[in-house]
């Protein structure tokens, strides 16, 4: 096992494979309405072709990123985790504190269906706009994993690990999804937006840090101690907001 | 040319999804950039600042955010 299997290479991958799961349950949920609306065709055949240029994405500037110097790389990088990690983590502090609402699958699955459903033309132009429903929602829910694998994995020389973390994700939601065959609207996606949030966070701190020269004390321990001060955070900022926003309405 | 325009506007969401907590974080970094360049605060001190920073900047948006809905 690496000497910093626990302390940076654990957290990445959870990173990675947490933040993929929330994202393709969303993804799953359009291709399952397009699935069920207009055939398996469009649905998988979109899958395909989004899923294929993702890959292609990582595949060429996943390995490019090497030739940055290390310093500037996690820099960059950092400096890009944190404007996304604490974003994620506002918005599910906001929406565990009752100011924002839950994303709710069963309403998403509901709104597309009724979309495609809508649709007229000839039997072979709703197959091809299905497909390109199915593409664009894994094209744009994908670019959040792409990014998270990239920006995890580059850090450190984890990108392998990183993208196994999120092909760990896809393969558990299309199994899990296969077999309910309906929306999963189950999954936690706030808690795991909450916990990817902090985990970004940390990372986007602590890399940004070492891109500008920061000393932390305890190297990479320094990421457990980061991650802990985010998530105390933001728990207690989500109890304000709540004391807050319930004391307004009220 | 549709897929296109919502690939830039999903990426541009990605980091951007609060102006004023982007530009308060970009804003922070650079702070903390130039105190270390010109050697004011201490390498270690200056991991503390940027970590203070980060948090009072998400409790700032997240205050924003209840106030602004308050107000809707």
Same mark, same amino acid.
Request: glycine share 10%; with cysteine.
């Given at each position: 096992?690496?000497?910093?299997?626990?302390?940076?290479?654990?957290?990445?991958?959870?990173?990675?494979?947490?933040?993929?799961?929330?994202?393709?349950?969303?993804?799953?949920?359009?291709?399952?309405?397009?699935?069920?609306?207009? !055939?398996?065709?469009?649905?998988?055949?979109?899958?395909?072709?989004?899923?294929?240029?993702?890959?292609?994405?990582?595949?060429?500037?996943?390995?490019?990123?090497?030739?940055?110097?290390?310093?500037?790389?996690?820099?960059?990088?950092?400096?890009?985790?944190?404007?996304?990690?604490?974003?994620? +983590?506002?918005?599910?502090?906001?929406?565990?504190?009752?100011?924002?609402?839950?994303?709710?699958?069963?309403?998403?699955?509901?709104?597309?269906?009724?979309?495609?459903?809508?649709?007229?033309?000839?039997?072979?132009?709703?197959?091809?706009?299905?497909?390109?429903?199915?593409?664009?929602?894994?094209?744009?829910?994908?670019?959040?994993?792409?990014? $998270?694998?990239?920006?995890?994995?580059?850090?450190?020389?984890?990108?392998?690990?990183?993208?196994? !973390?999120? *092909?760990?994700?896809?393969?558990?939601?299309?199994?899990?999804?296969?077999?309910?065959?309906?929306?999963?609207?189950?999954?936690?996606?706030?808690?795991?937006?909450?916990?990817?949030?902090?985990? *970004?966070?940390?990372?986007?701190?602590?890399?940004?840090?070492?891109?500008?020269?920061?000393?932390?004390?305890?190297?990479?321990?320094?990421?457990?101690?980061?991650?802990?001060?985010?998530?105390?955070? !933001?728990? !207690?900022?989500?109890?304000?907001?709540?004391?807050?926003?319930?004391?307004?309405?009220? | 040319?549709?897929?296109?325009?919502?690939?830039?506007?999903?990426?541009?969401?990605?980091?951007?999804?609060?102006?004023?907590?982007?530009?308060?974080?970009?804003?922070?970094?650079?702070?903390?950039?130039?105190?270390?360049?010109?050697?004011?605060?201490?390498?270690?001190?200056?991991?503390?600042? *940027?970590?203070?920073?980060?948090?009072?900047? +998400?409790?700032?948006? $997240? +205050?924003?955010?209840?106030?602004?809905?308050?107000?809707?």
């Amino acid at each position: 096992m690496p000497p910093d299997f626990w302390t940076v290479m654990f957290p990445a991958i959870t990173a990675t494979f947490l933040a993929s799961i929330v994202e393709v349950v969303e993804a799953f949920t359009i291709v399952l309405a397009v699935g069920t609306t207009r !055939g398996w065709r469009p649905a998988i055949v979109g899958t395909i072709a989004a899923l294929g240029i993702l890959a292609l994405v990582v595949i060429i500037l996943g390995p490019a990123l090497q030739f940055i110097p290390i310093h500037v790389l996690q820099l960059f990088v950092g400096v890009l985790l944190l404007l996304f990690g604490m974003g994620w +983590l506002r918005k599910a502090v906001l929406r565990s504190a009752g100011v924002l609402p839950l994303h709710d699958e069963i309403e998403a699955f509901a709104e597309e269906t009724a979309e495609l459903q809508s649709q007229t033309g000839a039997p072979q132009t709703l197959q091809w706009i299905a497909g390109i429903a199915a593409f664009k929602a894994v094209l744009l829910e994908g670019l959040e994993v792409v990014f $998270i694998v990239i920006a995890v994995g580059a850090g450190k020389g984890l990108l392998w690990e990183a993208s196994l !973390g999120a *092909l760990a994700a896809c393969a558990l939601v299309l199994v899990v999804g296969a077999a309910v065959h309906k929306p999963l609207a189950l999954v936690p996606e706030n808690t795991l937006k909450f916990g990817v949030g902090v985990m *970004l966070s940390a990372f986007g701190v602590f890399w940004t840090g070492e891109g500008l020269g920061v000393e932390w004390p305890g190297a990479d321990l320094m990421l457990i101690a980061l991650a802990a001060a985010f998530l105390l955070a !933001g728990i !207690g900022f989500a109890r304000m907001a709540r004391t807050k926003f319930e004391r307004s309405i009220a | 040319m549709t897929i296109i325009g919502d690939v830039f506007k999903e990426l541009f969401k990605m980091f951007v999804a609060d102006l004023r907590l982007t530009l308060a974080i970009l804003g922070g970094v650079i702070l903390v950039a130039i105190l270390l360049q010109k050697a004011w605060v201490s390498p270690l001190v200056a991991g503390l600042l *940027l970590t203070l920073f980060c948090l009072v900047v +998400l409790a700032e948006a $997240i +205050l924003r955010e209840v106030r602004n809905r308050n107000h809707k």
